[in-house]
């Protein structure tokens, strides 16, 4: 079992997108997966389908208040069953009224760890959207998870807010999570025909490439990847012949070789 927080505190740089088609794209290879929307604006649950998040009941934070509380939960309390076969966590406002909460409760940072620990039996594969903030919530998916993914946008050197993002993993690791270990950079909505796109992933690469694994695999934009959101489904179900369906794939067997390449090789090559 494996759990994945997709994080980046800057917003609009694909973690949601990429929380979706990796997932369907791991479920698709076989993988029972468990998508967790830990962002407030509810974006992955609406992307999944569910367009009215408010009304749902239970989500991420009620189970987290439950947590909190010491109140025992069931494994399958508010879990969705999306139509390509990976379950969803879902998140609606609640969320962010919790993550203020959050700051005075007793082991704040560890509640969605304790809250995986009750669920993850059932799935190969975690994948934790997160919001774009270093805050509170994502503090909590870096201290559950064993691996983060960065999605970077290629038309934007990241620069400062990756060092940051980079410190506070390097902090998450020394105090509350030994485990974690960054799984790579993902570059993202890559323009084929702009040098500017290509300058930046370039730059990205020499940049982090030595410490940091960059994915190979990069996204491009497309128009389709962004209609995707509406319609509730992956781009593997909504557009499987785009090219940023064959990318999502491409990156999926990425991450799975990655994966494997660890487990077997403690000297493995691919940071
Ligand atoms: N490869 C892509 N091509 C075109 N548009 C994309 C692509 N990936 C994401 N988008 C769009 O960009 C916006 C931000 O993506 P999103 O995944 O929500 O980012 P984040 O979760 O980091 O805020 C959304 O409108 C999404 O539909
Ligand atoms: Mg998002």
Not at 15 to 35: C, E
Not at 141 to 170: N, R
Not at 188 to 212: H, P, W
Request: charged share 20%; with cysteine; net charge negative.
């Amino acid at each position: 079992m494996q759990t994945i927080a997709i994080v980046n505190q800057k917003g609009g740089v694909g973690k949601s997108t990429t929380a979706v088609n990796l997932g369907a794209g791991l479920t698709r290879q076989g993988k029972k997966v468990l998508l967790i929307d830990a962002d407030g604006q509810a974006n992955l649950t609406e992307m999944l389908g569910w367009q009215q998040p408010d009304e749902l009941s239970p989500t991420l934070a009620t189970l987290l208040e439950q947590i909190i509380a010491d109140r025992p939960i069931s494994p399958q309390d508010g879990i969705l069953h999306h139509k390509e076969g990976m379950d969803l966590m879902p998140a609606n406002i609640e969320l962010s009224g919790l993550e203020v909460s959050l700051v005075n409760t007793m082991s704040r940072e560890t509640v969605l760890r304790t809250y995986l620990s009750e669920v993850k039996r059932s799935y190969d594969y975690i994948l934790i959207d997160c919001s774009p903030s270093l805050g509170m919530l994502t503090l909590n998916a870096l201290t559950a998870a064993d691996k983060v993914i960065i999605p970077v946008q290629s038309h934007y050197l990241p620069v400062k807010g990756l060092e940051q993002l980079l410190k506070t993993v390097s902090k998450v690791q020394r105090q509350l999570n030994g485990n974690l270990q960054i799984s790579g950079i993902l570059i993202t909505m890559v323009e084929g025909r702009t040098n500017f796109s290509k300058d930046i992933s370039q730059l990205v690469r020499q940049a982090y490439g030595r410490d940091i694994h960059v994915f190979e695999t990069e996204i491009p934009r497309g128009i389709k990847a962004a209609e995707m959101s509406a319609e509730g489904a992956s781009i593997f179900a909504f557009e499987p012949r785009s090219a940023v369906a064959s990318a999502y794939e491409q990156f999926t067997k990425e991450v799975l070789q990655h994966e494997k390449c660890r487990e077997k090789h403690s000297d493995c090559q691919l940071r």
